[in-house]
């Protein structure tokens, strides 16, 4: 994961977690925020994350990850 990324997902737990902030999550818990990011970060540089809801609930976080055919990427 890029710092970028890492820096926006330290972003949204800190909002998530201060009593002060923004209103809490209405959908994700901390444990669902947690494995999102380790999910994003064991994909590498290439892949995506998906999000799978079912029956009104987050059930399953799908990963696929992609290799790129280009030389010099």
């Given amino acids: 994961m890029g710092s970028k990324t890492a820096g926006n997902v330290d972003a949204c737990v800190a909002r998530a977690t201060s009593p002060s902030a923004q209103p809490p999550l209405l959908f994700l818990s901390m444990d669902h925020v947690q494995a999102i990011d380790a999910a994003l ?3 590498g540089p290439f892949g995506e994350v ?3 809801k079912n ?3 987050l059930r399953f976080i799908q ?3 992609s290799e790129s055919l280009s030389r010099g990427e």
């Fill in 41 to 43: 970060a064991a994909l």
């Fill in 50 to 52: 998906r999000l799978i």
């Fill in 63 to 65: 990963t696929v990850r």
């Fill in 55 to 57: 029956a009104g609930k």
